[in-house]
T-cell receptor, first 117, second 113 residues
Framework: GAVVSQHPSRVICKSGTSVKIECRSLDFQATTMFWYRQFPKKSLMLMATSNEGSKATYEQGVEKDKFLINHASLTLSTLTVTSAHPEDSSFYIC?????????????FGNGTRLTVT | AQSVTQLGSHVSVSEGALVLLRCNYSSSVPPYLFWYVQYPNQGLQLLLKYTTGATLVKGINGFEAEFKKSETSFHLTKPSAHMSDAAEYFCAVSSGGYQKVTFGTGTKLQVIP
């Protein structure tokens, strides 16, 4: 089945530093990938839609300068949390759809637990 | 616009008992509907999906769901709960194959031995 690899699974960083999270589709191509943030005991909040070769589309209220998204190839999207603060601590999950399968569901990575100290 | 409502943030069942997790949706167009399961500190795994065709959809791990347009529902069921079914379950809706997916708030399933 379709596999999405997300790395790292856990990261601890100091306040003010930047952290990059990678999302790769291993056995399919994805022109679009999605980045979600999940708060404790809450649902998934869509942060942005990552489009291969073009700018990401951010949801209302998400700071595009803080959460930088790059989708440089059909199998890789990255999310960089810039100048991280403790309130950015959360569980970040990426997902992707097979670009060549219209009814393809979202396939999810295993998430990244970010802790900012 | 589309939305999903999951009734009951927590559901407890005894091992071997019927599992019923409720999901109601709102969509201005014929919906695509999904159920995902999430284990602690992991991403989401697709259990089953409905796009078109047969309204009773069978998924992995013995789960199934029925699309009922008249009730705008897509409830998830399993005849007999296993301990390994304890997890968080998310219902989701989209308006088409390449469209945005909206998730419900999740239902945490507890299975009591």
């Amino acid at each position: 089945g379709a596999v999405v690899s997300q790395h790292p699974s856990r990261v601890i960083c100091k306040s003010g530093t930047s952290v990059k999270i990678e999302c790769r589709s291993l056995d399919f191509q994805a022109t679009t990938m999605f980045w979600y943030r999940q708060f404790p005991k809450k649902s998934l909040m869509l942060m942005a839609t990552s489009n291969e070769g073009s700018k990401a589309t951010y949801e209302q209220g998400v700071e595009k300068d803080k959460f930088l998204i790059n989708h440089a190839s059909l199998t890789l999207s990255t999310l960089t949390v810039t100048s991280a603060h403790p309130e950015d601590s959360s569980f970040y999950i990426c997902s992707a759809r097979d670009a060549y399968s219209y009814n393809s569901p979202l396939h999810f990575g295993n998430g990244t637990r970010l802790t900012v100290t | 616009a589309q939305s999903v409502t999951q009734l009951g943030s927590h559901v407890s069942v005894s091992e071997g008992a019927l599992v019923l997790l409720r999901c109601n949706y709102s969509s201005s167009v014929p919906p695509y509907l999904f159920w995902y399961v999430q284990y602690p500190n992991q991403g989401l795994q697709l259990l089953l999906k409905y796009t078109t065709g047969a309204t009773l959809v069978k998924g992995i791990n013995g789960f199934e769901a029925e699309f009922k347009k008249s009730e705008t529902s897509f409830h998830l069921t399993k005849p007999s709960a296993h301990m390994s079914d304890a997890a968080e379950y998310f219902c989701a809706v989209s308006s088409g194959g390449y469209q945005k997916v909206t998730f419900g708030t999740g239902t945490k399933l507890q299975v009591i031995p």
